[in-house]
């Protein structure tokens, strides 16, 4: 069975930072595409970043120049670096890969994160931002 394992999740004060990790096991691909989904009490799952090995790394516009993404192959593991964080990075963040024969993760994953059947996802890590 394909799981993902999360970490990192934590309660910051705004500009403080927060590092995510995910490893992924028993994925019949080497090297998936990865990345981080969000999702705020009263909003639609929001992919916040992507990355694979064929591709730069896709970041929401919200997040530019305050997140990195990076990925480690050999350990199937993602991490999502947040600095600067805000009160509106408030979410529960979900990591996910791309279920085949699909081989990228979307942006409109709709209203529910975990509801979308593409994907396989994490158990998700609450990220709370206080002012």
């Known amino acids: ?3 993902l394992v999360e970490s990192g999740g934590g309660s910051v004060q705004a ?3 927060l590092r995510l990790s995910c490893t992924v096991s028993g994925f019949p691909n080497d090297e998936p595409a990865m990345g981080w ?3 705020a009490p009263g909003t639609e799952c929001e992919l916040v970043s992507s990355v694979s090995s064929d591709s ?5 516009t919200s997040v530019e ?13 993602v991490y999502l670096q947040m600095n600067s964080l805000k009160p509106d990075d408030t979410a529960v963040y979900y990591c996910a890969v791309p279920k085949p024969p699909f081989l990228s993760l979307v ?3 709709g209203a529910f994160c975990t509801a979308y059947e593409h994907n396989y996802w994490g158990q ?6 206080s002012s």
Do not use: E, H, L
């Open 107 to 109: 942006a409109g994953a």
């Open 1 to 3: 069975d394909v799981q």
């Open 15 to 17: 500009g403080g930072s």
């Open 37 to 39: 989904y969000r999702q």
């Open 124 to 129: 998700g890590t609450q990220v709370t931002v």
């Open 56 to 60: 730069r790394p896709y970041y929401t």
């Open 65 to 77: 120049g305050r997140f990195t993404i990076s990925q480690d192959n050999a350990k199937n593991t």
